[in-house]
């Protein structure tokens, strides 16, 4: 079965630091176009970030840029995101997935982070 | 930013019958490259989004078809033809074709 797990999330203060993990089982994730996606509570499906198969492109939401960063390890077959100077209102599920046709065909069961002093 | 909007956020449904949720764009979402990157997910309560549409109207792989999604430029919509109680749960359009990519707010389906 083809799936990604997330890892890495928690409770961190504001300003804090964390960082995100993403490995799959099943897929390997070299060729594709990965994201992030989170979900604050109650509330809808906001996009963070994408990155290109080989790294060389990513792209970020306005709330992050400058402050996250997406990162891929395609010899381990991982993917990454690095979040700095957390917010409050970084609080939230964090889904990561494989994009392919321009959304995400596989999720994964998501890690929560809560920012809280 | 591309601004998606969805109509109704909320959709009463009676199993059996029809269903139709609606996602307007700020602006056209075709391509360069002739594509439209609009894409239709469902979140059913306490699980991870699926997959339903991508590129405006191709079913994923195990969608039922009573699911179907058509539109172009900046109109899309997703039809439930007949709806069951297995198809509860919030549905997103989104966005792919410019850079951020933007969710619609989300249409909440309950059964009547």
């Known amino acids: 079965e083809v799936q990604l797990v997330e890892s890495g999330g928690g409770l961190v203060q504001p300003g804090g630091s964390l960082r995100l993990s993403c490995e799959p089982s099943g897929l390997t994730i070299s060729s594709h176009w990965m994201s992030w996606v989170r979900q604050s509570p109650g509330k809808g499906l906001e996009w963070v970030a994408n990155i290109k198969e080989d790294g060389s492109e990513k792209y970020y939401a306005d709330s992050v840029k400058g402050r996250f960063t997406i990162s891929r390890d395609n010899a381990k077959n991982s993917l990454y995101l690095q979040m700095n100077s957390l917010r409050a209102e970084d609080t939230a599920v964090y889904y990561c997935g494989r994009d392919i046709f321009g959304g995400n065909d596989i999720w994964g069961q998501g890690t929560m982070v809560t920012v809280s002093s | 930013d591309v601004v998606m909007t969805q109509s109704p956020l909320s959709l009463p449904v009676t199993p059996g019958q029809p269903a139709s949720i609606s996602c307007r764009s700020s602006?056209?979402?075709?391509?360069?490259?002739?594509?439209?990157?609009l894409t239709w997910f469902q979140q059913r309560p306490g699980q991870s989004p699926r997959r339903l549409i991508y590129k405006v109207s191709n079913r994923d792989s195990g969608v039922p078809d009573r699911f179907s999604g058509s539109g172009s430029g900046t109109y899309f919509t997703l039809k439930i033809n007949r709806v069951e109680a297995e198809d509860v749960g919030v549905y997103y359009c989104m966005q792919g074709t410019h850079w951020p990519k933007t969710f619609g707010q989300g249409t909440k389906v309950e059964i009547k």
């Open positions: 602006q056209s979402l075709v391509h360069s490259d002739g594509n439209t990157y």
